[in-house]
């Protein structure tokens, strides 16, 4: 079975800051992960997605994510953070392995940035 | 082109009410996802739909259930409705070619479900 599990229900981070997020994840098949952020009151964006290709992942608004599978971590970075990147973000395991339509997301992590 | 839509954003209903929520994909993608997002569980995978079939579905009592039309339009409906199904229901569509989509699920703004 698969699961996610995301560290840290709340994240506080200083504009300029690196940006840490953190995923592990449980698969009995190789994975297909995502990140996806959620902006209040709006549905979720994706920010990036691992496919079992490249292991180090660029995604959109300067987000990156290593899949790491001795670790079984996929956590997300940016190396300067924005006001704008306040926001919540999900991690994700596709459910069986492929499709993207049974996603199993971790509980989130809020972020927050200061001035 | 336009995104995922979803109608109504808001509702208000009582327990032992049904509602019938819809989505309409943006145009082109035949996959419609279905996830239920509350405080205390998260986001919960309801159920998928491919050319008006549903092809997977999660751990949901059978008071939830959905149909897809020819049009890849998509509804969902909770009947006998109870306070714990107060929750953010979103959507989310997909291009998919055949058995598994590797392509990216764009959501809807959701509608948020208010059981009183």
């Known amino acids: 079975a698969q699961s996610v599990t995301q560290l840290g229900s709340h994240v506080s981070v200083s504009e300029g800051a690196l940006v840490l997020l953190r995923c592990n994840y449980s698969s009995s098949v190789p994975p297909y992960l995502f990140w996806y952020v959620q902006y209040p009151n709006q549905g979720l964006q994706l920010l990036l997605k691992y496919t079992s290709a490249a292991t180090l992942v660029k995604g959109i608004n300067g987000f990156e994510a290593e899949f790491k599978k001795s670790e079984t971590s996929f956590h997300l970075t940016k190396p300067s953070a924005h006001m704008s990147d306040a926001a919540e973000y999900f991690c994700?395991?596709?459910?069986?392995?492929?499709?993207?339509?049974?996603?199993?997301f971790g509980k989130g992590t809020k972020l927050s940035v200061k001035p | 082109k336009a995104g995922v839509t979803q109608t109504p954003r808001y509702l208000i209903k009582t327990r032992g009410q049904q509602v019938t929520l819809s989505c309409s994909p943006i145009?082109?993608?035949?996959?419609v996802s279905w996830y239920q997002q509350t405080p205390g569980q998260g986001l919960q995978f309801l159920f998928e739909y491919f050319s008006e079939t549903q092809r997977n579905k999660g751990n949901f009592p059978g008071r939830f259930s959905g149909r897809q039309f020819s049009n890849s339009r998509s509804e969902m409906n909770v009947s006998t409705l109870e306070l714990g199904d107060s929750a953010l229901y979103l959507c989310?569509?997909?291009?998919?070619?055949?058995?598994?989509?590797?392509?990216?699920?764009?959501f809807g703004p959701g509608t948020r479900l208010t059981v009183l």
């Open positions: 145009s082109g993608h035949r996959s």
């Open positions: 989310a569509s997909s291009l998919t070619t055949g058995e598994v989509s590797y392509n990216e699920q764009f």
């Open positions: 994700a395991v596709s459910r069986y392995g492929g499709s993207q339509g049974n996603l199993i």
